[in-house]
């Protein structure tokens, strides 16, 4: 089965940072171009970034320039690093396989969340 465990959320103040962290199980990491997406409530899920089997990189353009998307096939993990972050990035925060610009995989983690307030 697979599985996708994101963790690293928590509270933060504007212009704070974070490193999400995504451990994945139950297929092939280094194999699937990875994404993170995030969804507040209310709101649809949207993708935020993702990164190719090799290193090329998609960003969000809100996001573009804040946060760096990254991989270590070696642990099958994904990370987030996120910085200047903003009120509006409150949501939690998901990881999945992406495939032609959709989530590859039916099954979601749990989320982390990812609140920004003063």
């Known amino acids: 089965q697979v599985q996708l465990v994101e963790s690293g959320g928590g509270l933060v103040q504007p212009e704070g940072s974070l490193r999400l962290s995504c451990t994945t199980s139950?297929?092939?990491?280094?194999?699937?171009?990875m994404a993170w997406y995030r969804q507040a409530p209310g709101k649809q899920r949207e993708r935020v970034a993702s990164?190719?089997?090799?290193?090329?990189?998609y960003y969000e353009v809100s996001v573009k320039g804040r946060f760096t998307i990254s991989r270590d096939n070696t642990k099958n993990t994904l990370y987030l690093q996120m910085s200047g972050l903003k009120p509006e990035d409150t949501a939690i925060y998901y990881c999945?396989?992406?495939?032609?610009?959709?989530?590859?995989?039916?099954?979601w983690g749990q989320g982390t969340q990812v609140t920004v307030s003063s």
């Open positions: 990164i190719g089997t090799e290193t090329d990189t």
């Open positions: 999945n396989a992406i495939n032609q610009g959709r989530p590859n995989w039916a099954s």
């Open positions: 139950g297929f092939r990491f280094s194999a699937y171009a």
